[in-house]
């Protein structure tokens, strides 16, 4: 069962940042009671080609790769269906995405919108994992000027205990071709934790640098290539299963908007995505 990120039931996932210097702060509660494994075993990439480019809704979740990966919506009165993201094909992702500037690449990739998250366990109880690296973008309408840092990717990691230590990550600004995907390495810590679960969601920044998330509906990211360590074995390849039916990023999105109980100051790249 995922853990609940909606901010009155969990603090910890603050709603509100103030950026004065964002390198990566890595902000630790209940750390000394995690042991940190003696050794790393094979490391195993998360990625998302040859998957079906569907829409990924509230609940939704691919078994592959000895991975559970989970998306949900932040709202508490989220329902199923409710629009948190897409498979992208990555090579045509103009076409997938419309005003939303989703990246270009030469493989798949998942993109979360509309404030949802993305949850990452083993398949198999009670097996846990580190974090080596990955590759993310910010994504944002093309209707909009962002700042030099648009907003960053939060990474938070919880041990068996429910402790748990989070890692922060700076997306690029766009670019002439807009945004594009940038490589992250994780720190030791990370890449040596015994995790049973990590989850990944989106700060958006002004350009004060006053970085929010789970307000705005523009807490968006796309994720790809993630590596993750410290697995007992090598996973044995399963067959991707889908507990999914997805209605595709565009039809959906409006649907999940009319659910929000106050309007935001300015449209979310979502709207502009459905306008």
Same mark, same amino acid.
């Given at each position: 069962?995922?853990?609940?990120?909606?901010?009155?039931?969990?603090?910890?996932?603050?709603?509100?940042?103030?950026?004065?210097?964002?390198?990566?702060?890595?902000?630790?509660?209940?750390?000394?009671?995690?042991?940190?494994?003696?050794?790393?075993?094979?490391?195993?990439?998360?990625?998302?080609?040859?998957?079906?480019?569907?829409?990924?809704?509230?609940?939704? %979740? /691919? *078994?592959?790769? =000895?991975?559970?990966?989970? +998306?949900? !919506?932040?709202?508490? $009165?989220?329902?199923?269906?409710?629009?948190?993201?897409?498979?992208?094909?990555?090579?045509?992702?103009?076409?997938?995405?419309?005003?939303?500037?989703?990246?270009?690449?030469?493989?798949?990739?998942? %993109? /979360? *919108?509309?404030? =949802?998250?993305?949850?990452? +366990?083993? !398949?198999?109880?009670? $097996?846990?994992?580190?974090?080596?690296?990955?590759?993310?973008?910010?994504?944002?309408?093309?209707?909009?000027?962002?700042?030099?840092?648009?907003?960053?990717?939060?990474?938070?990691?919880?041990?068996?205990?429910?402790?748990?230590?989070?890692?922060?990550?700076?997306?690029?600004?766009?670019?002439?071709?807009?945004?594009?995907?940038?490589?992250?390495?994780?720190?030791?810590?990370?890449?040596?934790?015994?995790?049973?679960?990590?989850?990944?969601?989106?700060?958006?920044?002004?350009?004060?640098?006053?970085?929010?998330?789970?307000?705005?509906?523009?807490?968006?990211?796309?994720?790809?290539?993630?590596?993750?360590?410290?697995?007992?074995?090598?996973?044995?390849?399963?067959?991707?299963?889908?507990?999914?039916?997805?209605?595709?990023?565009?039809?959906?999105?409006?649907?999940?908007?009319?659910?929000?109980?106050?309007?935001?100051?300015?449209?979310?790249?979502?709207?502009?995505?459905?306008?």
């Amino acid at each position: 069962m995922n853990r609940s990120l909606y901010l009155p039931d969990a603090p910890r996932a603050a709603s509100r940042f103030r950026l004065t210097k964002l390198v990566r702060a890595t902000l630790l509660a209940g750390l000394t009671m995690a042991a940190l494994p003696s050794a790393r075993a094979a490391d195993a990439t998360i990625d998302f080609d040859g998957l079906p480019l569907v829409g990924l809704t509230h609940g939704d %979740a /691919i *078994v592959s790769q =000895g991975f559970h990966i989970g +998306t949900f !919506s932040n709202d508490p $009165q989220a329902l199923p269906g409710d629009a948190v993201g897409a498979i992208i094909d990555g090579t045509d992702a103009a076409a997938s995405c419309g005003f939303l500037q989703c990246p270009t690449s030469n493989s798949t990739y998942a %993109a /979360i *919108v509309n404030d =949802g998250y993305m949850e990452i +366990t083993r !398949s198999a109880p009670g $097996q846990t994992f580190g974090l080596k690296s990955f590759d993310a973008s910010y994504l944002g309408s093309n209707l909009y000027d962002y700042p030099a840092t648009p907003g960053f990717l939060r990474v938070q990691g919880f041990y068996a205990d429910n402790s748990w230590v989070s890692e922060d990550y700076a997306f690029y600004a766009p670019g002439s071709e807009g945004f594009e995907f940038g490589a992250y390495n994780s720190s030791p810590l990370f890449a040596n934790s015994q995790f049973t679960a990590i989850y990944l969601f989106a700060f958006t920044c002004d350009a004060n640098q006053d970085c929010t998330a789970f307000s705005t509906g523009r807490g968006q990211f796309a994720i790809d290539n993630i590596v993750t360590t410290g697995l007992v074995a090598a996973p044995v390849p399963e067959p991707e299963s889908w507990l999914m039916m997805g209605a595709g990023l565009l039809g959906v999105a409006a649907a999940a908007r009319r659910r929000r109980q106050s309007a935001v100051s300015a449209p979310s790249a979502t709207a502009a995505l459905a306008a």
